[in-house]
């Protein structure tokens, strides 16, 4: 049981009357907890609320707003004992949705008073804790055009002008992906490095069905030719993700790792938890089981890699061991289509 928490509460994230939103979280909350409200501002971050809180020992960390709220809580409570408790109220809700956490205020409150915890991984990009996803390239993009302005204008729908304003532009870039045992090149419009991800970030899900607490990555290289593969493309890893089968097309791979350096030629954007934090080359690895959070759900715990088929394909050992496929297995498929899964894990 809970007895205090500090809540480090966002005004302006997403788009509803935070007053409003401030009230029903203290109704819900305040019969059970003691409650240490904290603003963040335009020059106070939630990070900086989030240090000092530790500094004053609290039992439990509440962050409330959008992921740039949520992800700058969770970086500072890495390593330590303190539970992260979350109630969704930014655009996106990436982290929330991935967790399975409500998007409501009282469904978010009731599960920080389960206090139901489960330890998850925390991803590193280049040194700076990363607590969803890295995109490279599209996602990247999309993210600089979706900005604070254009969020209060348009909600969630900024987001979708902004995709169609990348798919538009649409160019593919070479890039080199070098992982503890392998190097692999690739020709692609979208690499997407994700440590946790919802459903709704359809460029990381090409393996359908992030792993949370692996200690590994889930890499998707998006790699159609034109922007009208790029259609299709797309629409099959949301088909993915909402089926939560693994992407099956020549033009989208994926696979599982510790760490990657990513290199592009030319240099692309990257784009960390939905904010851009300069361009490639990057380097993200995954801390295992690194933070605590509040959680409603159990996660899925399969283990899957495709990288045949892919364009301009071509992947080197650095182990010295061969790099081909040990094993193709049926997969029975959900949508009652026949798939082959080709394994490139290197033999023992
Ligand atoms: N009081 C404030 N005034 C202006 N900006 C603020 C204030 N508090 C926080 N910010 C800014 O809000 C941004 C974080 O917003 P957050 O990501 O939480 O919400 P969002 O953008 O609506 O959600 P999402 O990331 O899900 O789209 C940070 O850039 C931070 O500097």
Known sequence: MLDSACLIFNPVAGQSDPDQDLSEIKRHLKPHIHLDIQFTTEDISAEQLAREAIERKVECLIASGGDGTVSQVAGVLVDTEIPLGIIPRGT????????????????????????????????????????????????????????????????????????????????????QLETNDRIIEVEATAIT?????????????????????DGLLDVTIFAPKNRWNAVGASYHLLLSALSEDQAQRNDIGYFRTQRIRVTTDPPQKVAVDGEVIGKTPVEIECVSRQLKVFVPDKFSSEQPEKLEGLPGLKIKSKTGKPQKPVQTQQKENKSNIDVLIVDYRIPD
């Not at 490095?193 to 607490?213: C, E, F, R, W």
């Open 92 to 175: 996106a809700n990436a982290f929330a949705n991935a967790l399975n956490i409500p998007q409501g205020i009282e469904g978010a409150c009731k599960i920080i008073l389960a206090a139901k915890e489960r330890v998850v991984d925390m991803g590193k990009c280049d040194g700076k804790p990363m607590m969803l996803l890295a995109g490279v390239g599209l996602e990247a993009g999309m993210v600089e055009d979706a900005n604070r302005k254009a969020k209060n204008r348009l909600g969630i729908l900024a987001y979708y002008i902004a995709a169609f304003k990348q798919w538009k532009g649409f160019k593919t870039f070479h890039a």
């Open 193 to 213: 490095i994700a440590n946790i991800a919802p459903a709704s970030s359809i460029l990381a899900q090409g393996p359908a069905g992030i792993i949370m607490d």
